[in-house]
């Protein structure tokens, strides 16, 4: 599968990540990517910034780094609602949201508490791709979770940080192969992100590549070779919600 799209990324901004937008960009460029993607954590996650971050985008060169740049967040579902940390003015202000569970942010719930977090943010029409939900310490019931990304068009995240041996959400490459039985059996979508928080992670997917190639997974639905596909798939989400956003770049 061509891989040349990473769009969750964190840089200094998130206060527990380790290089700015340029070293991000100059690292992606390096490594080939077309399009890189920034999504810093939204405000309740500790450390980081208050949402005015979010608000001053317009200033970046979205192609001025020799890769092109999307800006987008990765937001804290806040409740068994799918409620996240940024309003709506501000959401409209983003290329693209991910939606994710975090234990400083929320306290893991039952199955159907967790799943019923994740499908409510699907609600969100500016969130468009789930973090991580393979994540052992929040148990997801899968067939409930790909079949409304699907109805959704909402994007399922393999996580390649999660599906690291040691990394810092044992037993998620475990998980990650029911998840995407799952996405396979009623037709959900993945992206590969590396959620790098440190430039010589960028573009990192080589766990989840291992996955994917044990299983034969399909790659018509991973959406990481073509980002004139992913902006499609993007703006098509927020046409069947009827909402305004940002404009893809060209």
């Known amino acids: 599968m061509t891989d040349i799209i990473d769009l969750h990324?964190?840089?200094?901004?998130?206060?527990?990540?380790?290089?700015?937008?340029?070293?991000?960009?100059?690292?992606?460029?390096?490594?080939?990517?077309?399009?890189?993607?920034?999504?810093?954590?939204?405000?309740?996650?500790?450390?980081?910034f208050h949402e005015i971050y979010f608000h001053n985008f317009k200033v970046i060169g979205h192609a001025s780094y020799g890769v092109e740049i999307m800006m987008g967040a990765e937001l804290n579902v806040?409740?068994?609602?799918?409620?996240?940390?940024?309003?709506?003015?501000?959401?409209?202000?983003?290329?693209?949201?991910?939606?994710?569970?975090?234990?400083?942010?929320?306290a893991p719930g039952s199955t159907a508490e967790n799943t019923a977090a994740l499908v409510g943010a699907m609600k969100n029409p500016y969130v468009n791709i789930i973090g991580?939900?393979?994540?052992?310490?929040?148990?997801?019931?899968?067939?409930?979770?790909?079949?409304?990304?699907?109805a959704e068009h909402v994007l399922i995240e393999m996580n390649n940080s999660s599906h690291d041996p040691h990394g810092s959400r044992p037993g998620s490459d475990r998980l990650a192969r029911d998840l995407l039985a799952a996405c396979r059996r009623h037709g959900a979508h993945i992206l590969l992100g590396s959620d790098a928080h440190i430039d010589a992670d960028v573009g990192e997917h080589g766990y989840t590549h291992a996955i994917l190639d044990e299983i034969g997974f399909p790659t018509?639905?991973?959406?990481?070779?073509?980002?004139?596909?992913?902006?499609?798939?993007?703006?098509?989400?927020?046409?069947k919600n009827g909402v305004q956003g940002l404009d893809y770049f060209s």
């Open 132 to 150: 991580h939900p393979d994540n052992p310490s929040y148990p997801v019931d899968f067939d409930i979770l790909a079949r409304a990304a699907a």
């Open 220 to 239: 018509e639905l991973a959406l990481n070779d073509d980002p004139a596909r992913l902006k499609a798939w993007l703006t098509g989400r927020r046409a």
């Open 78 to 106: 806040m409740d068994e609602t799918g409620r996240v940390d940024l309003p709506e003015k501000v959401l409209k202000k983003l290329h693209y949201g991910i939606a994710s569970l975090h234990d400083l942010v929320i």
């Open 9 to 48: 990324t964190h840089t200094v901004a998130s206060m527990h990540a380790y290089s700015t937008i340029r070293e991000m960009a100059a690292a992606a460029k390096e490594k080939g990517l077309s399009l890189l993607g920034i999504s810093d954590h939204a405000p309740a996650m500790p450390g980081t």
